[in-house]
């Protein structure tokens, strides 16, 4: 079983599992190892508190990762959220001793697309939107390992508009060479197909191009706020991203990627 290198616990404005919870149920599942990345999203306008309490959140996992050893192995991430206007204050997260830094837009101008307050706003635009987003924060920082959920707004887009990759490539395809050339992941996140979604965040099509253009560092994760979906159909990922042609995944130990089989 692949090892998840996206979950959050009751560090996470949004979730209230106990960490160990998350450690038994990777224990249960047969994974060797699972990366904590809980939500930190600095100064954003939200009903959810999501900045991380980094100073308690060392020791708590240290002391996980003492308490689990011999049974599994506890990484000690983070979930960042990008934002263009606080690209400095960004960096200054890489001096904690993090093992994976997920790089993620939550949002875009001040607005989750979780909320259809952003579809109102951007209306045919929204995807578009989204996407020049990405890149601009890509653009502007290197603060993170892997770029997480690269099509996150799909999950709340609904019925109503239409996505594929092929639409967007003109501005998806910049994204995914400039983590090329820069050494940074692409995230494969099953989290939206717990949620009925038939494909991961982003979607095969994008993993298919990203693999053509040379790009081969991937991380998988599930996303899970609670042990139900840690490690969500990551044998159906895998199997997918194989038959794409991707051969290994990237597990990462104080932010240097060791890779693994798929
Ligand atoms: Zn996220
Ligand atoms: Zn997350």
Do not use: W
Request: aromatic share 14%.
């Amino acid at each position: 079983m692949y090892s998840d290198q996206h979950l959050h616990s009751s560090f996470s404005g949004d979730s209230e599992t106990p960490p160990a919870m998350q450690a038994e149920k990777g224990i249960a599942l047969g994974m060797d190892r699972i990366c904590f990345t809980d939500h930190h999203d600095p100064f954003v306008e939200s009903d959810v508190d999501f900045d991380l309490d980094i100073p308690a959140y060392f020791p708590a996992m240290e002391k996980l990762r003492e308490e689990y050893a011999g049974r599994i192995d506890i990484g000690i991430g983070i979930e960042l959220g990008l934002q263009t206007h606080i690209a400095d204050h960004l960096e200054t997260y890489t001096s904690y001793p993090f093992d994976l830094i997920i790089g993620s837009i939550h949002f875009v101008d001040g607005l989750d697309p979780y909320y259809p307050e952003y579809f109102a706003k951007y209306g045919s635009r929204a995807y578009t939107r989204y996407f020049e987003t990405v890149y601009d924060c890509v653009k502007m920082m290197r603060c993170f390992d892997t770029l997480g959920h690269l099509d996150y707004i799909v999950r709340y887009g609904g019925d109503d508009l239409t996505y594929s990759y092929r639409e967007y490539a003109d501005l998806i395809d910049p994204i995914l060479r400039l983590i090329i050339d820069r050494g940074i992941a692409l995230e494969c996140n099953t989290g939206g197909m717990s949620r009925g979604l038939d494909e991961p965040n982003p979607c095969y099509d994008i993993f298919r191009r990203y693999h053509e253009l040379g790009g081969e560092l991937i991380t998988i994760g599930s996303d899970a706020h609670d042990p139900s979906t840690l490690g969500y159909r990551f044998a159906d990922a895998g199997e997918a991203l194989r038959a794409i042609g991707f051969t290994h995944y990237a597990q990462y130990h104080r932010r240097e990627p060791r890779m693994l089989r798929l």
